[in-house]
Structure formats: structure tokens, C-alpha cells
């Protein structure tokens, strides 16, 4: 005789779609940026720019000679925080983004890293700084920043 009727096949199930697999693109590689004074009396002070970037993240900081470096939001706040002295901290939200004291040639790793920020309008890639030679003599300093650039 004749076989039968084998029936209806069933629904085959739902495969799912497969995860978001993000940007394409590169790494930000850290970098290093040196800033140097010109030669400076001892507690003397120079003012100057570096261009860290528009933000970004500082994770180490280094001077050959003994300093008190400053990075700051803003000329105006670097300005506001002149007369500020070494043992006093700088008060909240008046635009000091890191202040380090070494007592010689010395490598300072942060933690925690600390983001910065220029806040002028409109937006630069630069940091503002002020640096005071600590060395006991006159002579240049010369500051080491370890950093991450985070906007371009």
C-alpha cells in the first residue's frame, strides 16, 4: 500500500541578531609632553601654556629640579591663584586642576590620574601653568607631563 501522510513540519526557531560591536577605530595612545621655563631665580616664578589638549588626563607629572608646578582651567584662574601661597590649598572650583611640590628631580605617579579641562570659550588645547623654581639656584625646570588626550 501507500504510505501515509507525514505531516506538517514545525516552525524553526528565532536565530537572534548578534551584539552591537562598537566604533571602529583606534586606541589614544598616552603620550608624553615636555614643558621647559627658561632659567628662573630661585622662587621665581614663570607662567606659560602646554597643550595637554582640550581635556584630558594627567597621570604622571615629573621636574628635574625641585618646583612648585600648577595646571590650571583658564589664564583668569591662573591670574586669581597668583597670590596664592605654596602652603595654603587651592580652594574648590576656581579652576586649579593639579598642584605638585617636588623636591628635586622626581616622578610623581597620580592617583587618582587626574582630568583636566581648558574652559575658555571658545575651547583651546592648552593648560595653563605656572611653575616656581624650588632648586636653591637660578636655572631652567623643566616638567614632564605623562597624559591621555581625551577630546581633539
Known sequence: GSSGYSGRSG???YSGSSGYSGIAGSAVPRTSVVYTTASIANLAEETGTSTLGKTFTIMKIGTDKAAWVRVYATSADR????ARPITTDPTPGTGVILEVVTTGAQTIDLGPMVVGANLDGPVASLAYLAIQNRSGSSNTIEVTFTILKLES
Open 11 to 13: 516552525i524553526s526557531g
Open 79 to 82: 591670574t586669581a591663584d597668583s
